[in-house]
C-alpha cells in the first residue's frame, strides 16, 4: 500500500503515525516544507521517500509531486495529513487522483460550520441554534429569538480562534467595528455547559472500533480569548447518551477509515446534548496520547493497522482517568514544577513544554496524570494549577 503522508514532520506527533504505518506494511511517501536532512532520525527510517517543497500552500507543487511519487511508486492508495489545515488540500488531491477517502463532495461540509448544522439536523442530537453571513441587522433579529448572550464564530476554522461571547448590545457594536472584513462569521446561540467528546477510529466499513470521552468542564473560548491555563480529562468510558449522539452523527456524515473528533456540549440546564462541531483527525491538546494512557493501548498502531488492513485491536472500557494540566508562562503558580514531579510522580505519565503555535490554546507547559478515579485527577490538576494571590 502506497500512502503520502503530507507534512509529515509537523505536528511533532505526526512521527509516530509515519512509524507505524511502516510498521504495519505500508510504503510511506513523505512531502514535507523540511529539509530531509532536518527530519528526526526515526521519521527518515519510516519515510521510503521524500520530497521537500517550498511551500505546503502551493497546490501546483504538490500536485507535481504526488505525481511524481505515481510515477515511481505506481497507483497511490491513501493521502493523509490528519491536520485540519490541509482537510481541503487533502480532497483536492484525493480528487484529481482518484485516492480513497474524503473528496470535495464532502470536505466543505465538514470545515464549514453552517454546513455542518444541516447534518446535525438529521441526528439523534439537538441543534443549537444559530444564523450565518451575519451583520448587525441579521444579528440583532437573531438576538431577539434567542436572547444574550450569543456566540459568534467564523464559519470555516477550527478551535476558538475570533470567537467571541456577546453579553449586551454594546459588545456586538464593537464585534462589528473591529471584525476582519474577509472573515465569514456565524452566530450561535448561547448553552451554558460543558464540552464532551467523542474521539476514535471508524473503519472502511462504517464500524467504531475505538471510542473514548473527553470531558473539558472550563471554557475554551475563554481559555483563548484570556490566555488563561487549560484543562480536561479523558474518562474510563464513554456515556451512553454521547456514543448514541456521536454514531448518529458518523452516520449522517458517513465518514469512514478516519480519527475523528466529535465536540458536543452538555447542558448544565436540563442535561441534552447538543451538537457543536465534527472533526475528520484525531483530537488534538494531547488528546490522542490520553487515550492511550487511559486504555493502555497504542492509537498510533490501530490507526495504522486500521489503514492498512482494516482492523483494531482495542478495550471497550479504559482502565484509568486521564488528566491534562498545562501552565502558561505569565502566570504565577503556588506550587514549583519540581514539586509537581516530586509529589505526584507515581500518576505522571508526560509532561513537556508546548510548540509555541499551539500554546494560546494549550499552554505553554503541560502535565498528564492518570489514577483510578476522577476525583484524584482533580485534585492533581487542582494543585498543577493553584495561582498565587495578590
Given at each position: ?166 453579553n449586551n448590545e454594546r459588545e456586538l457594536d464593537q464585534f462589528f467595528e473591529h471584525k476582519p472584513a474577509e472573515v465569514n462569521f456565524i452566530a450561535e446561540e448561547f448553552i451554558d455547559g460543558n464540552v464532551l467528546t467523542y474521539d476514535g477510529l471508524i473503519d472502511r466499513d462504517g464500524v467504531v472500533r475505538l471510542a473514548a470521552t473527553h470531558l473539558f468542564d472550563q471554557s475554551i473560548m475563554k481559555v483563548v480569548n484570556t490566555n488563561d491555563h487549560l484543562h480536561y480529562y479523558c474518562l474510563k468510558e464513554v456515556p451512553t447518551k454521547v ?148
Amino acid at each position: 500500500m502506497n500512502i503520502i503522508f503530507f507534512s509529515p514532520h509537523f505536528p511533532q506527533n505526526s512521527t509516530y503515525f509515519c512509524i507505524n504505518l511502516k510498521n504495519s506494511g505500508a510504503n510511506v511517501l513523505g512531502i514535507g516544507d523540511t529539509a530531509y536532512e532536518a527530519l528526526g532520525d526515526k521519521l527518515k527510517e519510516a519515510l521510503t521517500d521524500y520530497i521537500q517543497i517550498r511551500n505546503l500552500e502551493d497546490y501546483d507543487e504538490v500536485l507535481k509531486s504526488v505525481g511524481y511519487f505515481t510515477h515511481k511508486f505506481g497507483k497511490i492508495d491513501r493521502f493523509e495529513s490528519l491536520n485540519d489545515h490541509w482537510l481541503e488540500l487533502e480532497a483536492k488531491i484525493r480528487t484529481d487522483f482518484n485516492i480513497f477517502g474524503t473528496k470535495l463532495d464532502l470536505v466543505y461540509d465538514v470545515i464549514h460550520k453552517s454546513k455542518m448544522k444541516k447534518f446535525f439536523e438529521k441526528c439523534d442530537v439537538s441543534t443549537i441554534r444559530s444564523v450565518k453571513d451575519i451583520n448587525i441587522t441579521k444579528s440583532l433579529n437573531f438576538i431577539k429569538t434567542v436572547g444574550y448572550p450569543i456566540v459568534i464564530k467564523p464559519d470555516l476554522g477550527a478551535g476558538a480562534s475570533m470567537t467571541s461571547k456577546i453579553n449586551n448590545e454594546r459588545e456586538l457594536d464593537q464585534f462589528f467595528e473591529h471584525k476582519p472584513a474577509e472573515v465569514n462569521f456565524i452566530a450561535e446561540e448561547f448553552i451554558d455547559g460543558n464540552v464532551l467528546t467523542y474521539d476514535g477510529l471508524i473503519d472502511r466499513d462504517g464500524v467504531v472500533r475505538l471510542a473514548a470521552t473527553h470531558l473539558f468542564d472550563q471554557s475554551i473560548m475563554k481559555v483563548v480569548n484570556t490566555n488563561d491555563h487549560l484543562h480536561y480529562y479523558c474518562l474510563k468510558e464513554v456515556p451512553t447518551k454521547v456514543s448514541i449522539a456521536g454514531q448518529s452523527i458518523l452516520r449522517a456524515f458517513d465518514i469512514k477509515e478516519r480519527f475523528f473528533h466529535i465536540e458536543l456540549f452538555e447542558s448544565k440546564k436540563n442535561g441534552n446534548l447538543y451538537a457543536l462541531e465534527v472533526n475528520m483527525r484525531p483530537p488534538g491538546a494531547w488528546m490522542p496520547d490520553a487515550i492511550n494512557f487511559t486504555y493502555d493501548i497504542d492509537v498510533y498502531k490501530e490507526w495504522a493497522n486500521m489503514v492498512v488492513h482494516n482492523h483494531v485491536d482495542t478495550p471497550k472500557k479504559g482502565k484509568y482517568f486521564t488528566a491534562y494540566a498545562s501552565r502558561k508562562d505569565h502566570k504565577h503558580y503556588v506550587h514549583s514544577h519540581e514539586d509537581i514531579l516530586s509529589i505526584f510522580s507515581p500518576y505522571l505519565v508526560n509532561h513537556n513544554r508546548i510548540e509555541d503555535v499551539f500554546s494560546q490554546a494549550m499552554g505553554n507547559y503541560a502535565f498528564q496524570f492518570r489514577a483510578d478515579t476522577l476525583e484524584k485527577v482533580q485534585s492533581i490538576v487542582s494543585y498543577v494549577q493553584e495561582e498565587m494571590r495578590n
